[in-house]
């Protein structure tokens, strides 16, 4: 099934040219049925990059899914453009009386700042209280999985001594739980921080539990025991070359950055990187459409609690 996109949003030719059924605006609305329905708060710099990284993952799905894209108007945006947002992103307020399926909160590169130091904080903490009442699942990514474990459980981040940054080896913890389903024993995912989370705070939380861990990139999936809230400290949805573009970034900047883990043959950046992760990609964001959200949401959203 496709995943329903607004018109003419950029990341549509992307998809299209990559197989993924996806369906505009005017083709939805002749269908009788009901989509799920998933807004995407999307902290990212380059908004149509992680836009099309998570809708290439959304729609590899036997689900239709309406996205709402939503940026936080209490940053000024410094790569998007402000004609970009206003033709295809939505505000707190356009939405907050509304009732959502799912939501998706991504990363932002500011995990070095206290979260009371970002400009948009308060309205994140708005934007994740609204969450427990008005969506039934928010899958929180990377940083977004540090500021909603901090925000919702009071589990701090720790500064690390170099950057995690490669592609690890990662075990299962929990098994037989639906998020998991289908998972290899040991499977692969990038990571691209300056944080962590530690393993000791989170076992003092009685409501949440790990699923997912790496021996060294560290905890990777938290979730709350009713399913409701999912924590990804990593980035599975990166492209083949996003951790080539950070290095090369970081590079450019003077930076003394290491070559990514376990990502470019031999360990030479002039070769093309491995992918070892697009499996799982799939697979984790599949189960959390179908177990977390389609197969548990109320069909009227106005019976959401």
């Known amino acids: 099934m496709p995943i329903k996109i607004p018109d003419n949003l950029p990341a549509t030719q992307i998809l299209t040219n990559e197989n993924i059924f996806i369906m505009d605006e005017r083709r939805a609305y002749t269908q009788d049925?009901?989509?799920?329905?998933i807004v995407i708060l999307n902290l990212m710099p380059l908004k149509s990059v992680t836009e099309t990284q998570l809708l290439r993952l959304l729609g590899n799905s036997p689900l239709q899914v309406e996205i709402v894209l939503l940026f936080p108007i209490s940053h000024i945006s410094k790569n998007t453009s402000q004609e970009y947002?206003?033709?295809?992103?939505?505000?707190?307020d356009d939405i907050k009386d509304k009732k959502f399926d799912g939501m998706i909160i991504t990363g932002a590169p500011v995990e070095l700042l206290e979260f009371e130091e970002l400009t948009y904080w308060k309205e994140l903490q708005e934007i994740m209280d609204w969450?427990?009442?008005?969506?039934?699942?928010?899958?929180?990514?990377?940083?977004g999985a540090q500021a909603g474990l901090y925000h919702h459980y009071?589990?701090?981040k720790y500064p690390l001594d170099a950057k995690m940054f490669g592609v690890f080896l990662h075990k299962i913890n929990k098994r037989n739980v639906p998020l998991l389903r289908g998972f290899d024993d040991e499977f692969y995912v990038p990571h691209s921080r300056h944080t962590e989370i530690k393993r000791e705070d989170i076992e003092k939380v009685k409501d949440i539990e790990i699923l997912a861990e790496s021996d060294e990139a560290?905890?990777?999936?938290?979730s709350s025991k009713d399913g409701r809230?999912?924590?990804?400290?990593?980035h599975s949805e990166y492209d083949d070359n996003s951790l080539k573009s950070e290095y090369e970034r970081d590079v450019s900047r003077g930076l003394d950055t290491?070559?990514?883990?376990?990502?470019?043959?031999?360990?030479?950046?002039?070769?093309?990187?491995?992918?070892k992760w697009r499996g799982h990609a799939n697979l984790l964001f599949t189960n959390w459409l179908n177990y977390h959200v389609y197969q548990e949401t109320p069909y009227d959203l106005d019976d959401l609690k």
């Open 131 to 143: 969450s427990r009442r008005s969506v039934f699942s928010t899958l929180h990514i990377c940083v």
């Open 229 to 234: 809230l999912i924590f990804v400290t990593g």
């Open 258 to 275: 290491a070559i990514p883990k376990n990502y470019f043959p031999n360990n030479d950046p002039t070769q093309l990187p491995m992918v």
């Open 85 to 92: 947002l206003a033709n295809f992103y939505n505000t707190f």
């Open 33 to 37: 049925i009901r989509p799920l329905r």
């Open 218 to 222: 560290g905890v990777y999936i938290v």
């Open 154 to 156: 009071g589990i701090p």
